[in-house]
């Protein structure tokens, strides 16, 4: 693969994505210090600059939170420079990944989401990613494909497994959500499915894909294993959503139906526990 664009590359897939390339491949990883995806006509430049032949966009204003009180710097980042992502993309013929999210639905179905299921986001950080997704459908560019995902977690950056293992160690109890129900996405097992997909990509018309690893359980389950597979002695409790009210709603039920990327792809899909003790492991060895 040469003259990949991956954006966000300091983010949790980004940096898995970095760790992943072999030495023939060329990548250009970049982040807000070196290339600000808003301003499209830099966007433009380094492209061709740097004869780029894909785009990867791991950047997303992911705050989700705060997105309710900052809604049009997410609407720049996940609208409007996904938009003109796909613009570029149509015009100098390349292939396109876009990573999306399972906050595109509202969590009231009672079986796995699949690609073609209502969208109906109910938080900022959900409706300015749908947007995204609607302005590559509306451009029509060849060879672009969007990954939805869910509950993303590395060893790099921020995210609910490395929070668990830090408040694990500082407390004896925590109370965990147990009425939210998904699946994590370990983001290396994601970063791995992206590049065995890259030179497979060969579409009409956009196409959306859903990923995540298999299985399904709670944030409380989550939080239940982590704690097991880390030896920590801290007690985790269930709490009702009520219980933890945040600004943003999530959805109640976020479980994505993956069947079509495995069949269009042929890839395999981690179990959600195997990954996560890969990547406690890893974060354990970095510790020491």
Not at 20 to 47: G, P, Q
Not at 150 to 164: L, R
Request: glycine share 4%; net charge negative.
């Amino acid at each position: 693969m040469s003259n990949v664009l991956v954006t966000g590359a300091l983010g949790q897939l980004g940096s898995e994505l970095k760790e992943l390339i072999n030495e023939d491949d060329t990548f250009y990883f970049t982040d807000r210090k070196n290339l600000d995806i808003c301003d499209s006509e830099a966007v433009k430049k380094y492209i061709d600059r740097h004869k780029i032949s894909t785009i990867i966009n791991c950047a997303a204003y992911t705050a989700v939170d705060k997105a309710e009180e900052e809604k049009e710097l997410a609407e720049m980042i996940n609208h409007q420079a996904v938009r003109n992502f796909a613009l570029l993309a149509k015009e100098k013929g390349l292939k396109f990944i876009h990573i999306s999210t399972d906050y595109v639905f509202d969590g009231k179905n009672f079986k796995p989401y699949k690609e073609d299921d209502i969208t109906n986001p109910n938080s900022v950080y959900g409706e300015t990613k749908l947007l995204g997704e609607k302005a590559i459908f509306e451009i029509q560019a060849q060879n672009c494909i969007i990954i939805r995902t869910s509950w993303v977690y590395s060893s790099f950056g921020n995210n609910f497994v490395k929070t668990m293992l830090r408040l694990g160690k500082e407390r004896d109890e925590l109370g965990v959500i147990y009425d939210q129900v998904g699946t994590p996405t370990y983001a290396k097992d994601l970063a791995i499915a992206i590049l065995e997909i890259l030179p497979k990509v060969d579409n009409k018309i956009p196409e959306i894909y859903h990923y995540s690893d298999e299985g399904v359980l709670s944030w409380y389950d989550f939080a239940k294993e982590i704690m097991k597979m880390a030896k920590l002695s801290c007690q985790i409790n269930p709490l009702e959503t009520y219980q933890y009210p945040t600004p943003a709603a999530r959805p109640h039920y976020s479980l994505l139906n993956k069947a079509k990327i495995r069949k269009d792809f042929e890839i395999e899909i981690p179990y959600w526990k195997d990954s996560l003790f890969d990547c406690i492991k890893k974060i354990m060895n970095d510790e020491f």
